[in-house]
């Protein structure tokens, strides 16, 4: 697995789930001095340091989640693995209804994640 810096400033739930989605390491840029130690790192996004610009661009998607139309047609398995994979807790024998509620708050009322 890649280990890919995203360097932001937003540290709300909605780009920590985002940040989980792409697989991404969040790291604070206002936390980050230029006389720190460059970290290991296979690509880097965000707002990217001068120190790391010699890193390959990890191209963040817009939004690689489907419309809230679309949410809807899932499957109650399907929901689950998304919300697992954004690492949201929900109870196993849950309603598809609680579980769709859950992964729109997760990535927003349109079914996308915005942050960048």
Do not use: W
């Not at 398995?77 to 849950?94: D, V």
Request: proline share 3%; glycine share 6%.
């Amino acid at each position: 697995m890649k280990r890919i810096l995203y360097f932001t400033t937003d540290f709300s739930a909605k780009n920590i789930a985002f940040a989980k989605a792409h697989g991404v390491l969040m790291r604070n840029l206002n936390a980050y001095h230029p006389s720190d130690t460059l970290e290991n790192a296979d690509a880097v996004c965000g707002n990217v340091p001068q120190a790391y610009q010699h890193l390959p661009l990890f191209e963040l998607p817009e939004s690689n989640q489907k419309s809230g139309q679309d949410l809807k047609t899932l499957k109650t398995e399907e929901i689950k693995e998304k919300l697992t994979e954004l690492g949201i807790a929900f109870e196993a024998n849950a309603k598809k209804e609680t579980l769709l509620t859950l992964l729109t708050q997760a990535v927003g009322r349109d079914g996308t994640n915005d942050a960048k």
